[in-house]
């Protein structure tokens, strides 16, 4: 893919895209042996002979996307203060670094994706891009019609409202209500938050999707490669 000479210089670690500019004016890179000080021109650094300083770049990293069933009771950060246990322990034999897409709490379980590809990260995460999670909930007791109508329009939590949600009742016992509920705002604890303002506590809770991308069968604790395919059903 071709890109801006700043941007494949700054993907390649070289330096920021704002400081490649001004070593390409500068005229410290060269493009299949010719020394480009033009601003803007795009090259495909997989066809492209790249230096920066008669230094050949390295090659591009190349981009991998994994879905893991996390289960309960891993952190999704990459080091943990208190010693408990970390999601990448279960990618063990992924020789790339990796890292989580957005946070799940620690007691929740499901859909985790990691990658080294901080663009998409960025897309996935951006709240204007509104990328729908969905999460089926175990709640306490059975919120009535009403209840879930306040959710699904939003509400009020910390002082902001929270965006429309999309909710629907997959079963309902004595004690407790299984909802699924599809929301596109990465609020911290968020779900577990918007239950507890109505009055109905979350036992158990698991992110069941990205957008149209399921966790479906994945067993708990494995992980699966994504392809371009399912990377598209996301958005
Ligand atoms: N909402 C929560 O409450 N927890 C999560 O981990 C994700 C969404």
Do not use: W
Not at 81 to 96: K, M, N
Request: hydrophobic share 40%; glycine share 8%.
């Amino acid at each position: 893919m071709k890109l801006r000479l700043q941007v494949i210089l700054a993907q390649a670690g070289v330096c920021s895209r704002r400081k490649a500019a001004e070593h390409i004016a500068a005229g410290r890179v060269i493009v299949d042996n010719k020394i480009v000080t033009e601003k803007g021109l795009k090259f495909d650094p997989a066809h492209n002979r790249i230096l920066f300083d008669a230094v050949p770049l390295p090659p591009p990293e190349q981009k991998i996307y994994l879905l893991l069933n996390k289960p309960r009771g891993y952190v999704t950060t990459l080091k943990d203060p208190q010693g408990r246990p970390i999601v990448t322990s279960l990618i063990p034999d992924i020789s790339q670094r990796v890292f989580p897409v957005g946070r799940l709490d620690y007691d929740t379980e499901g859909a985790l994706l990691l990658t080294n590809d901080g663009d998409l990260t960025q897309r996935i995460l951006h709240p204007s891009n509104e990328v729908n999670k969905t999460y089926r909930a175990v709640v306490a007791g059975n919120p009535g019609r009403f209840q879930l109508k306040l959710l699904a329009a939003g509400i009020e939590l910390e002082g902001r409202k929270t965006a429309p949600a999309r909710l629907r009742v997959i079963a309902g016992a004595n004690k407790t209500t299984t909802v699924e509920i599809t929301i596109h705002e990465g609020r911290k604890r968020q779900v577990r938050k918007m239950f507890a303002a109505i009055g109905h506590r979350v036992i158990s809770l698991k992110r069941i999707a990205y957008g149209k991308l399921k966790l479906g069968s994945l067993p708990t604790g494995k992980y699966r490669f994504l392809t371009r395919k399912d990377i598209k059903l996301i958005f």
